[in-house]
């Protein structure tokens, strides 16, 4: 059951994220409970359990899941979950999407969309290289995996979104400049961010590993593919070498983070369309959360500034009301 759908005196029995927790003395009797706060995708909710408090406090911590039961009541005009029972859920019992936003498209679509792009590559090579990479355990990872943790597409599936975007954009440009290797350029947008599945893990939080802040996707997407390729027979050392230039050029400038600057055409392209799907997402998400009648969105720390909506964003009603210099 979501949060949001709980009433009082409703049966509750599900997988929550404990967000807090505190050990409150009884005022009537030795010992103390627990006091935790549980937060799902909908929301959060107070939660007591009466007994043997101090035992499962010591067994938790902030960050966990839990499988709780009980019973929804009311507390100072608040909901609060009276917990019968709470334990540690076993691996694979809840989904990651239960506690974190999600892309809005079909994930499901975007794999088999996945699928498709990988089947038609034409050139041997690439598609043999492609078909190692994108393993049946790997791409479930992959499906799963955030863009970014912050930055964009911070969520479920966003990865995957990016990726198809990415590959979209330098498709679109291949139709422009037929000097364009276009089998290369699709290969490399399709795994420039292959490191990501490693550098974050997706359990009820997005969480950056040890490896991804020691290395970095950069390096460890580069690592992927190099291996990859190694295990291939006989693939081309040319092709090999312009599609790792590929991952390591992709951000573009040094001080971005990128080991080299983009020195092949294909890189180029890459590296524009991987930063231009970025700040698409980045603003259309701003954007989004922005109340309906503003003209300007809050500042965003991340782009560094507020952006414009203007009357555009307004409601007619609200233009209607809008002062004469407006109109």
Known sequence: MLVKDMAEGVGVRGHYLVTRKELIPFTS??????LMQLADKSGEI?????EQGEELAAQLSTGDVVAVEGRVTVFRESLQIVCNSVMKPLPGEYSPEDFLPSTKRNREAMLAE??????????????????????????????????ARSMHQAYVGGLLEHTLNV?????????????????????GALLHDVGKVQEYAVKAGIEITDSGRLLGHVVMGYSLVTEAIVGLTGFPEEKALRV???????????????????????????????NLDGQVSKFAEILAASPIGERWTTYDSRLGRSLYMGEMAMPPEALEAAPAERK
């Not at 009797?29 to 627990?34: S, V």
């Not at 107070?46 to 009466?50: D, E, L």
């Not at 979209?168 to 290969?187: F, M, N, Q």
């Open 29 to 34: 009797k030795p010992g103390r409970f627990l």
């Open 46 to 50: 107070r939660a007591i359990v009466w």
């Open 114 to 147: 996945l699928a498709t792009l990988i089947d038609n590559i034409a050139d041997e090579d690439y598609r043999g290289l492609l078909a190692t990479v994108f393993g049946s355990e790997f791409t479930r990872d992959f499906g799963l995996a955030p863009a």
């Open 167 to 187: 590959v979209s954009v330098c498709k679109a440009v291949a139709e422009l400049y037929p000097e364009v290797d276009r089998e290369l350029l699709i290969t």
């Open 244 to 274: 790792r230039h590929m991952l390591l050029s992709h951000h573009g400038q040094l001080e971005w983070g990128s080991p080299k600057q983009p020195k092949t055409l294909e890189a180029c392209i890459l590296h524009h369309a991987d």
